[in-house]
């Protein structure tokens, strides 16, 4: 049997799964996401130990812990923990969400052979910009830096005692060459480091650290090998056998990505398109990825007095989407793919006095919809083209949005058994192909059964590429100059608050 690690931005979950392939058992357990200041992202690591601890602690009471074979790996990317000599916490891991750091992105864009390296633009979110920012802004923390791990990677320092991280979520850090899949002198040297702080780079598939003796006796377990596992979107992929070229996946989750695998080193910089290594030997992936997908909904829940996100999926398919609703942008957070902008904000616009809050919901829908089909045509730019794709996350559970999806997207549509797991149930398909590794790739990352399938209408899909997603493109051009007034004001909030 097999582990299964996804360390998310809300939660750890853990899977455990048997040699048959099957999810025998989980447990999750929630984390805290701090917001000192605006544009700030930051969680405390030793919560994520915490965690992952409660959750494997939940599992192996319901297994022989002696049958567990490996483990794997899976986390949130982009997070910067920086660590000192003595394997400290210096200071909060800044999260992939963050988005303080769009001066030193800048900087960044200006290094030589910047993008054809790294395969992707300057983004704050990345991991590089954070450190060049806290060595702007936090000197005496930069210079005690003795080593910079990314989330899932603590785990494993806690899990092994090692230094090690896998090409997929290394991809995401803009310190790698990511065609030649190991580390870049001159970008390392662009923020002030070198390879000495930087844990060594795996395949996902390949053992990265052994299970440390004193926990292996805490938990009834042998010293097992823990894969080199992957970032969160390439084991989610593997979860649910995206491994092959041409193969693509969508994740509604909290953000929303658009996943194509590719068979060799393709980039799409200038579009915003991330192109990262996969988590298994000699293969890639390009991403388009928006920060807020269903965080969208919780939003308009909240903001129209709705209990949760159910109710507001109800409403909006008892009303139906309306022919000429309101827009909706959905950058609560800014927007990655395909503008690259932290400062963008979210909007209703084109409302009327009889608009209520089903209106508001299908917009809401309807416009993070829009923004991943922004995501699917700047990948497929690059001539990397699905004709299906395997819908996994959250989102996937709504019927009524989905079909929506698929109309928009203009493509077929599939939910696959045990999606819901996807990221937790990769990592542990990566400790199996680290733990066995003659097993046959085809075997151990099969595709789960369809259980649901959307056809895109062909009326539909024309009405929202040539109607409504024009007029969103617009809408965003329209209010982007207004995103660099709002932000300007960001310093002097806490003033003020402090006014009488």
């Not at 090692?162 to 979520?169: H, N, W």
Request: with cysteine; proline share 6%; glycine share 10%.
């Amino acid at each position: 049997m097999y582990l299964g690690i996804d360390l998310g931005t809300s939660s750890v979950k853990v899977v455990l799964m048997d040699e048959a392939g099957a999810v025998r058992a989980n447990a999750s357990s929630p984390l805290d996401v701090s917001h000192p200041r605006p544009r700030w992202s930051e969680q405390d690591p030793a919560a994520w130990w915490t965690a992952t601890e409660a959750a494997v602690e939940k599992i192996l009471k319901q297994v022989d812990a002696r049958r567990v074979a490996a483990i794997g790996l899976s986390g949130q990317m982009h997070g910067a923990t920086l660590l000192d000599d003595s394997d400290n916490v210096l200071r909060p891991a800044i999260l992939w969400n963050d988005g303080r750091a769009d001066l030193e992105c800048a900087e960044l864009e200006r290094v030589p052979g910047f993008r054809a390296t790294t395969g992707n633009l300057a983004m704050p979110g990345f991991t590089a910009p954070k450190l060049a920012w806290v060595r702007r802004h936090e000197r005496q923390v930069f210079d005690r830096v003795a080593k910079v791990l990314l989330p899932k990677d603590y785990l494993r320092l806690r899990l092994t005692g090692e230094y090690m991280t896998d090409a997929s979520d290394a991809a995401g850090t803009l310190w790698l060459d990511v065609k030649n899949r190991r580390w870049s002198d001159a970008m390392l040297a662009a923020t002030g480091l070198d390879r000495s702080h930087m844990p060594q780079v795996f395949e996902g598939s390949q053992p990265a650290g052994h299970l440390r003796r004193e926990l292996a006796e805490r938990w009834g377990m042998n010293e097992v090998p823990v894969a080199g596992g992957g970032g969160d979107n390439a084991a989610g992929a593997v979860g649910v056998g995206i491994v092959r070229h041409g193969q693509a996946m969508l994740s509604l989750g909290t953000s929303g990505v658009y996943f194509a695998v590719s068979d060799g080193f393709r980039a799409s910089p200038e579009q915003a398109v991330h192109a990262f290594c996969h988590a298994l030997p000699d293969t890639w992936h390009l991403m388009s990825v928006m920060l807020n997908a269903a965080a969208c909904l919780d939003f308009t829940a909240r903001l129209t007095g709705l209990p949760d996100v159910p109710a507001l999926l109800a409403e909006a398919e008892a009303r139906g989407l309306a022919t000429h609703g309101p827009v909706f942008l959905p950058y609560l957070t800014g927007e990655r793919t395909p503008h690259n902008d932290p400062r963008a904000r979210a909007s209703f616009t084109q409302l009327g006095p009889d608009t209520d809050r089903a209106d508001l919901a299908n917009a809401t829908l309807e416009g993070v919809g829009l923004g991943l089909l922004d995501g699917l045509l700047a990948v497929e730019s690059t001539g990397l083209v699905a004709e299906e794709i395997t819908v996994i996350g959250g989102g996937s559970r709504s019927a009524y949005w989905t079909q929506m999806l698929a109309d928009i997207l203009g493509k077929r549509l599939v939910l696959r058994s045990g999606s819901e797991v996807g990221p937790a149930l990769g990592a542990a398909r990566l400790g199996r192909l680290a733990a066995e590794p003659d097993a046959s790739l085809d075997d151990v990352c099969r595709m789960p059964a369809v259980t649901a399938a959307f056809e895109p209408d062909a009326a539909r899909h024309a009405y929202f590429l040539q109607t409504r997603h024009p007029l969103f493109r617009r809408s965003y051009e329209q209010l982007k100059p207004l995103y660099v007034d709002a932000a300007a004001g960001d310093d002097v909030r806490p003033a003020l608050r402090a006014m009488p």
